[in-house]
């Protein structure tokens, strides 16, 4: 089975400019995590749906940030406008949590690297 | 509040010794689990070790251990026999559940970890 998917790898855009990022998680799983990654904060929980309706957006940083899970098997992270603070790992993340007395690991995609100019 | 505390930001270990990466954790909830991954310096998270918080034994997965003390709130990785290309972040994360019933991740700032020969 194909692991989470992101697109794109990495995207360089200038500031102002509205960036979009994608994720398709393994299927049948019923969580999608979204999360940041930068040196002077580490991981950072931005929202995550379950059972693709938003469950806890308290991460996102502000109103230039939005997410959206249309079905089970895509979800965006839009920034618009974007600012260089934005720069960073965006990593996309699914799981199956439904049974607490398995581990319902997180399974990572592999990153998109953002740098806002 | 900090849920998941490591408070090592880097340590260095001799190759083929033993090193212990320390985690403490902080929830109300009874039931959570308790995860490492592991970040080279490639970017993506791998999965290594997981505790359920009603697990009587420590988990252990060839040569990572995970030393669970539940009355100190410590889940600290242990690798025996340190490897070369163990170089890399550590990352402890505890999955909780939520006021509204759902479940989340969430992760400590890392550990780097060294591995000389």
């Known amino acids: 089975d194909a692991g989470v998917i992101q697109s794109p790898r990495h995207e360089v855009t200038e500031m102002g400019q509205e960036v979009t990022l994608r994720c398709k998680p393994i299927?049948?799983?019923?969580?999608l995590f979204w999360y940041r990654q930068t040196m002077m904060r580490g991981l950072e929980l931005l929202i995550y749906?379950?059972?693709?309706?938003?469950?806890?957006d308290s991460g996102m940083p502000e109103d230039r940030f939005s997410a959206k899970m249309p079905n089970a098997s895509f979800s965006t992270l839009k920034i618009q406008p974007s600012e260089p603070r934005d720069s960073a790992v965006y990593f996309c993340?699914?799981?199956?949590?439904?049974?607490?007395?398995?581990?319902?690991?997180?399974?990572f995609g592999e990153g998109s690297r953002l740098t806002v100019l | 509040a900090q849920k998941i505390t490591q408070t090592q930001p880097g340590m260095f270990v001799q190759e083929k010794e033993a090193v212990t990466l320390d985690c403490t954790y902080d929830?109300?909830?009874?039931?959570?689990?308790l995860f490492w991954y592991k970040q080279p310096s490639s970017g993506e998270m791998i999965f290594l070790i997981y505790?359920?918080?009603?697990?009587?034994q420590n988990a252990t997965e060839g040569r990572y251990s995970l030393n669970f003390q539940k009355a100190r709130k410590s889940a600290n990785l242990v690798i025996s026999a340190s490897q070369l290309g163990d170089s890399a972040m550590y990352f402890c994360?505890?999955?909780?559940?939520?006021?509204?019933?759902?479940?989340?991740?969430?992760f400590g700032k890392g550990t780097k970890l060294t591995v000389n020969p």
């Open positions: 994360a505890m999955r909780e559940r939520t006021q509204g019933g759902s479940e989340k991740l969430v």
């Open positions: 993340a699914s799981s199956f949590f439904r049974d607490r007395v398995r581990s319902g690991e997180l399974f």
């Open positions: 299927s049948g799983h019923d969580y």
């Open positions: 929830t109300s909830d009874p039931s959570y689990g």
């Open positions: 505790q359920g918080s009603y697990d009587q």
């Open positions: 749906f379950n059972n693709n309706v938003p469950i806890d």
